[in-house]
Nanobody, 115 residues
């Protein structure tokens, strides 16, 4: 059974930083491409960043240069370092495989950027 549990969200001022974590259960984590997604109120869920099994990463244009995705295959963990946060980054953030698997969506972690 695969599960993803996200943590690390919170309230931060514009320009601040947060580090999100995602811990995976199940086997073969190291073999799969993973992604961070987010969903803002009234908007569709969007892909923010991806990292493949070789740790090659890609980013949405809106976060490029500010966010960094990383993974630790021993801990079966995925991370998202978010710097220079903007109010438009406010959303619930989720991790999942890339592409996302419907049955694997977790509860997510809320990130709110506001002064």
């Amino acid at each position: 059974q695969v599960q993803f549990v996200e943590s690390g969200g919170g309230l931060v001022q514009p320009g601040g930083s947060l580090r999100l974590s995602c811990v995976a259960s199940g086997t073969f984590f190291r073999l799969y491409a993973m992604g961070w997604y987010r969903q803002a109120p009234g908007k569709q869920r969007e892909l923010v960043a991806t990292i493949n099994s070789g740790s090659n990463s890609n980013y949405a244009d809106s976060v490029k240069g500010r966010f960094t995705i990383s993974r630790d295959n021993v801990k079966k963990a995925l991370y998202l370092q978010m710097n220079s946060l903007k109010p438009e980054d406010t959303a619930v953030y989720y991790c999942n495989r890339d592409p996302g698997i419907r049955d694997y969506w977790g509860q997510g972690t809320q990130v709110t950027v506001s002064s």
